[in-house]
């Protein structure tokens, strides 16, 4: 206790020390910050439009949690500071996440994801079963909503008529998120509802799901990217025009955010290409079992050699082999290679696999059972050794160029149409790479995209976390301050990373 009056003392006697009562008057002026104010945008009416990263999806699902802590919604609060009206979300039922159908789980509307000590896992298999409450048939929320955030949506799903109406949904024609906000107007689309509410101030982040279905799934073909052209409802460029000249016609202020490429995020950046222990007896076995798909690589070198249509550099990054080592690459299918059996049926059955390399990009569920036994009762049946990975867990080099092009004509299209129209515009691209290249520091935080650990990124490895959406909104604010005189950050008003979280307990209600 004394300790603590001598350390008190101290104090007082160095605050003596100070010159005059001018010193503390003059010190007071220096720090004090000017009130805020929002220069020449009228945050009176917010409105917000985009796909998942718009909605407050996070660890997987959409859950109330994370919808309280949504980029609209953070950045709402701080909009009330200059003239912000309220901001209502169609909020979800539960934290468990997961949508339910006249009582009925919907396959892949799953409950979120929670960290189980080593990495995510599902939340049931911690907590055990739960029930689903935020059924779509049953108890949608009435509206109208600030919040127009669809997850799954893609540029052209914001101008569709019935992608919310659940008529649709067993067509492939709607979206059970966007089913949750039509209430009585079940065929209007996102962008009817936005205009619908006569918005002052708006918010776009769209195009991400537009490439992203595409990562996601590998580049197999199952979701195509975007065409850069086409009429609104088809192409990017007309869509996202369509969308911003509808938004502005009434003299709505605005900002805007372009596409982040996928391969800065922990999704495509966790699992590494070689992880594959094997000992010496294993790694002899495979490559005994290996022996006749390599002689007939080098059996069609041999006859095609000097043709042009099968090189020896390609040949040789489709051999085989595997070594007593704790980092092995695991085998992969690449439809990007030559097919053999096409230019000669003497080679028809050489599979169009090879050993992944650094370039490749694994997907995030790979890992859940890449070392795997394809078959229980054969232990030389190990996913990604002697089972190749399908194309749908990897994004092969060519892939990845398909999925840069399109982000880089995207963004162009973003950028141009923006400027044209005054609005205020976020380069999510550069902070998604700033995050993946040595982080970015806020405050007493330095946010990464290193999965769990980074703080950035939520366990789904492609939305960002409470703290991660906090980060990006405070960029949001700098770009309005910039283009529209408000002054967020000049008046103190960005926010403080620490008050988000970067993920929720298995055990939040």
Aim: charged share 10%.
């Amino acid at each position: 206790m004394k300790i603590k009056y001598i350390w008190f003392l101290a104090c007082l006697i160095g605050i003596s020390a100070c010159n005059d009562k001018e010193d503390f008057d003059m010190t007071e002026e220096e720090v004090e910050l000017p009130a805020a104010i929002p220069g020449s945008a009228d945050f009176s009416n917010y409105v917000a439009l985009g796909n998942s990263l718009t909605a407050g999806f996070t660890d997987g699902a959409l859950f109330i949690a994370g919808q309280n802590n949504s980029l609209p919604n953070i950045l709402s609060q701080q909009f009330e500071l200059v003239g912000g009206g309220s901001f209502t979300q169609p909020l979800t039922n539960d934290n468990f996440g997961g949508l339910a159908l006249a009582g009925n789980r919907l396959p892949g509307f799953d409950p979120r994801l929670v960290f189980g000590g080593a990495g995510p896992v599902p939340l049931e298999s911690l907590i055990g079963p739960v029930t689903v409450t935020t059924d779509i048939a049953l108890n949608n929320p009435a509206g109208p909503f600030n919040n127009l955030g669809v997850p799954g949506a893609k540029s052209f799903h914001l101008l569709a008529p019935g992608y919310g109406n659940l008529g649709n949904l067993l067509l492939g024609l709607a979206n059970p998120y966007f089913i949750r906000m039509t209430g009585s107007t079940p065929d209007a689309s996102v962008l009817q509802l936005a205009v619908t509410q006569a918005p002052s101030f708006f918010s776009l982040w769209i195009g991400a799901q537009d490439v992203l279905g595409y990562a996601l799934s590998g580049g197999d073909g199952t979701d195509q990217i975007t065409p850069v052209n086409g009429p609104p409802g088809v192409g990017f460029n007309e869509s996202y025009g369509a969308l911003i000249a509808t938004l502005t016609a009434s003299g709505a202020g605005g900002v805007v955010a372009n596409i982040p490429d996928v391969a800065n995020i922990p999704h495509f950046t966790t699992v590494p290409y070689n992880p594959v222990p094997l000992d010496a007896g294993t790694a002899a076995a495979v490559n005994q079992a290996y022996a006749p798909y390599n002689g007939g690589i080098q059996a069609a070198l041999a006859a095609l050699q000097g043709t042009g249509l099968f090189t020896e550099e390609e040949a040789n990054a489709r051999l085989i082999n595997f070594e007593a080592s704790a980092t092995n690459a695991v085998v992969i299918e690449d439809e990007s290679l030559t097919d053999l059996g096409a230019i000669n049926p003497a080679f028809e059955g050489l599979p169009k696999i090879r050993q992944a390399t650094a370039e490749d990009l694994i997907v995030l569920p790979a890992s859940n059972f890449i070392g795997t036994l394809a078959d229980p009762n054969n232990p030389l049946s190990v996913n990604g050794v002697a089972i190749p990975l399908s194309d749908k867990w990897v994004l092969v080099p060519s892939e990845q160029v398909e999925i840069s092009d399109a982000i880089i004509a995207f963004n162009a299209t973003i950028s141009s149409t923006v400027n044209a129209a005054g609005l205020a515009l976020v380069d999510a691209n550069a902070l998604y790479l700033q995050l993946s290249n040595g982080g970015i520091t806020s405050g007493k935080f330095t946010l990464t995209s290193n999965l769990v650990t980074g703080g950035a990124f939520s366990l789904d490895g492609i939305h960002p976390t409470a703290r991660g959406y906090a980060l990006i909104a405070n960029d949001f604010m700098k770009a309005i301050d910039a283009t529209y005189g408000s002054n967020f950050e000049a008046s103190g008003n960005l926010l403080d990373l620490g008050n988000y979280p970067t993920n929720y307990s298995p055990a939040l209600q």
